[in-house]
């Protein structure tokens, strides 16, 4: 019997899978109990239970810091739990980790910091696209690490709570799923599982000062965050959105370089497809609540304008006539260039009341 290939000939081509994107809705827990197993750096759990599981005992630090994380609401889905070795750093065990594993954001120890620990670990994450949580109690401790102003560390005063840190991540990473409207602050939100401190209008200053966090209870109701900022005075939800966002307009361009079968042209169409990537990943951004209209209040930017509306962002690239010989003949794309208007976040309000008797 014949066959039709002679007439029609069908070929199947299945796209590249995209990149796995990295660990946003993930803390990374680490202490030294030493039970996971030998040779494991990290490892991914989706319960606490499950890090009995392993070995860890109901006093091990890592499963009493897994307890409090887990606890938080929206809770996360999942946590990494590391080992740090009896002859490392605390430095060290942060750049180990994020060298075994992207599949976490924030790095939390399950152990208190002497102030040169903590600041060596905070200098740490400064070097790298993640970031840290240190709780203490220990007043020189956030004082130095303010004076630093670290971009990537979010410094927690507690007087007595054990693993408020914990609490911390599991709040920052149990909101952060990616849904619309999601986009958040973490600002006045509840850590559950952590008693708030007692502190006077004199201690909460001084926390203020340093750019470090409280939980604190106000009005004898609300038991509260103060005030989700990195100790650079940065807050945290912004670090967080511009990390995330960076991460996902490079993997959008990656895909599109390594999974596109034929080549993406040194043309206006090819640049098309590469600013539509970009576009693409800053619109979920929108979709998030990160990104918001605004109006445009920098200076020019190519074709923007100080003062044009600016629909949560826009993305540019100079033009193709302008580019080098040198840059086309090595196969460079024009700069392309993304405009961003955060959403932001009310904080606080200033309400006056006018009354005509």
Known sequence: MLNLDDLVSVTVSLSGLPAAREGFGAA?????????????????????????????????????????????????????????????????CFTACAADSAAWYLFCPCAALAKDEALALAAA???????????????DVFAALGAAKYARTLALYTQTAQYAGAALCGCAMGANDGTAGSAYTLAYKPLAGVTPD??????????????????????????????????????????????????NIR??????????????????????QLKAAVAAACQKAVRTGFLGDGIWTQPDLLTLRTGDPLPGFAVLSESLDEQSDADRAARKSPPIYVALKLAGAVESVAVKVVVDR
């Open 125 to 139: 994450a400064e070097a790298s696209p993640r970031a840290c949580v240190i709780d203490t109690q220990q007043t």
């Open 198 to 247: 007692a502190l006077t209008e004199t201690e909460l200053s001084a926390v203020r000062a340093a750019n470090a966090n409280a939980y604190v209870r106000r009005a004898g109701a609300y038991s509260v965050l103060e005030r989700g900022v990195m100790t650079d005075g940065e807050p945290f939800d912004t670090r967080l959105g511009l990390d995330q966002l960076a991460s």
């Open 28 to 92: 990374c827990l680490a202490g030294a109990s030493g039970k996971l197993p030998s040779g494991t750096r990290t490892r991914v759990y989706s319960s606490a239970a499950a890090l009995l599981d392993d070995g860890f005992t109901a006093g091990s630090p890592e499963y009493k810091a897994a307890l409090t994380y887990f606890a938080q609401s929206p809770r996360p889905a999942r946590l990494v739990v590391a080992a740090k070795t009896a002859s490392e750093t605390w430095a060290a």
């Open 251 to 272: 993997l959008a361009v990656a895909d599109l370089l390594c999974n596109t079968k034929t080549k993406v042209p040194q043309t206006e169409s090819g640049m098309t």
